[in-house]
């Protein structure tokens, strides 16, 4: 396969945007990784978004955002799995240009979840978990992850303060980045405090709704030298998939779409996850950032929250994930998610993470999941 | 490139099909391409929807899908591109192919349509057009497209009848197609007394709201005699977009986003126009056919229709069209209906086209469009 680069990325502050319709968010974050990149002509431009058609009645978005970008006559199509729309979107990049039909795609996940009532956002997210078997019957979002987080306690007998670390990083991470929605650190007691929302998941081991939008200029690794100083490889594109409702897994504290994809992706890369220097990984939730960190192979089974309370996920640690603030404190407008992930490690790896850099990063991971991880696209990036 | 060819085709018939989900609807033509290719494992399934979220509360349908057929853990996502859908999941299958990344992937197009009220299904359509600029002013798509037709008989002096010949000609065709939702032959006389829908386009110039799901099974050319005994090469595959508001055009009647789609696929194929023995075009309201007639390079501006009014377009003729019955009477469930082209050129280039076979079929072109033409998907096909 012809290997592809990343050289350039935008992003636009994640958070509430009532003044900016879903293409004009767009707009921002290609005009600024188009301008990151230099380049003036592209082959096609790939959205992710997920429940633009639900809450602003615009589906047909990649035309609709071609048009409105002043790239009228490219090619551009929507790849839509839930809150790994980003991801897979990516992966469609990759693929375009892996196949030689393009050298240059430009990817922008994008999402607007603020301009409805919040019933409607609620139920347009429910639509990722499977419509017939867990949401007819009353299930959000939050609740399937309850199910989960309150299993994994029973299991491995954890108490609720021991996923306080999680959120506790991702916000004092968030501090220093421009374009996280919750700038401001919390302490432990905030956490036990926090409002219950699906017991025991609190407010505070939860991703919040919002808008956004992020973008990647893709180009092959032989013509990258050509447009950017800094381009970054993608040594590792997957994407697997899972049983869409929890109860159907065989195991529900087993992420196999997680692991499938992240070996997946190690094998196409060369490495362990040892050798990764920064994970982006997707805590949507509390719950499935440990199931993925076991999942994906940092950690044993019932013991991912553990590498939190040992404060090893830590910009300067052993592990560090949300090293931007993650889903929890960067925000997780859901369809631009992984896209704003795959950004956050291009930044980390070129050394522009300013004050959550890890130090001498040189090859990172980002993970993005779809529904309860029924879908989970992993990219592995190098210098 | 590494060329791309089918292996295996399957549809389920277009019609209603209150008693079928959207996943059990998918994986009738799912299990038949694969029984038609004879494969046991593939790398990915690829989707192609448009308006499960709205419809049925169901997206994430390519990881639903998956599991739901037996694949649970196969890379898994979703396409759309409005009614173009269906051609927009299908270059997603070529590109993954020629890129290396596998060598086997089904494309599925599925549709549920008629599970909700008409109301519902007609703004959940409309979302494919500008959600600011047409329809909150109140324009569905039939009103869009009688904008477009109403133009078009001003401009080249047009009356009504002279679409006729394009419903009956689909109809024709249809009685033979077991997979055909109007399945009878239609006078110039039925027309005529057709029910307005938005005047111009009555009843008779629309295609109608249903159910339906198509697939394909896609090889590496140089593997595809492995499996079948007549694999269908993929020449030319592209795609193109035009302004998603018709009044955005600079030329209402000229349909740009076909002609770069067209001619990009042209350039692939190393052909031109009068080359292509069978043309699935996009026959959504009888104005497309005859603008893609004419921005595809098969007549001059202004004169599509006459190749209908001269009994130009039968099997046995030199422009044959809908030669299955088309989006007007093989029906038009749009998020499947550029699968199911694609399917039925396909069938065409092996001989399996029975009473409409187009004699001595040696190039096959499907164009599949999105809302009132700013997505196009051009695919050519060789024996």
Redesign the interface.
């Known amino acids: ?2 290997e592809v680069s990343i050289i350039g990325v935008g992003q636009f502050p994640v958070g509430e945007h009532w003044e900016k ?1 879903i293409r004009e968010l767009a707009y921002e974050a290609i005009r600024d990784a188009v301008a990151d990149a230099g380049v003036e002509n592209f082959g ?1 431009l790939y959205i992710s978004n ?2 633009s ?2 809450v ?5 978005i ?3 955002i ?2 409105f970008c002043g ?12 809150c790994a729309s980003g991801g ?1 979107a990516i ?2 990049g ?3 240009i ?4 393009h050298d240059v795609v430009v990817v922008c996940g994008v999402e607007k979840m603020m301009d409805t009532i919040s019933d409607r956002v609620l ?2 997210l ?7 078997y867990e ?1 007819d019957q009353g299930a959000t979002f939050s609740a399937i992850n309850a199910l989960a987080m309150k299993r994994y306690q029973h299991e491995f007998k954890v108490p609720n303060d021991a996923f306080a670390p999680f959120s506790m990083n991702a916000h004092s991470n968030a501090v220093h980045n421009p374009n996280a929605m919750f700038r401001f650190p919390i302490s432990k007691e905030r956490y036990l405090k926090a409002p219950m929302v699906a017991p025991p998941i609190c407010v505070m081991d939860s991703s919040p709704i919002c808008d956004g939008a992020a973008a990647v200029v893709l180009c092959a690794s032989e013509l990258a030298s050509k447009y950017s100083r800094k381009p970054i490889r993608i040594i590792g ?8 409702a929890l109860h ?1 897994r065989f195991d529900m504290l087993e992420m ?2 997680v692991t ?1 994809s992240a070996q997946r992706a190690y094998q196409q890369a060369g490495i362990k996850p040892e050798d990764v220097d920064v994970f982006e990984l997707h805590d949507a939730f509390s719950i499935m950032a440990t199931l993925s960190l076991e999942a994906s192979g940092f950690a044993e089974r019932g013991q991912g929250y553990r590498l939190a309370l040992d404060g090893e996920i830590a910009p300067d640690k052993r592990v560090p994930i949300c090293t931007r603030g993650g889903l929890k404190a960067r925000g997780h407008p859901v369809g631009a998610t992984g896209v704003y992930q795959v950004v956050e490690v291009a930044q980390q790896l070129r050394g522009e993470a300013g004050e959550t850099q890890v130090a001498d990063a040189k090859i990172g991971m980002a993970q993005n999941i ?2 309860s991880g ?2 989970v696209v992993t990219h592995i990036l190098s210098v």
């Open positions: 396969m012809r319709s096609a997920m429940i058609g639900q602003t009645g615009q589906m047909h990649g035309a609709h071609a048009d790239y009228r006559g490219i090619e551009s199509h929507l790849i839509e799995a839930a897979a992966r469609a990759v693929l375009a892996a196949s030689g039909a139920r347009a429910a639509t990722a978990a499977d419509a017939e949401v594109s997957a994407s697997a998939t899972d049983s869409i159907d196999r779409g499938l779809g529904g029924a879908t």
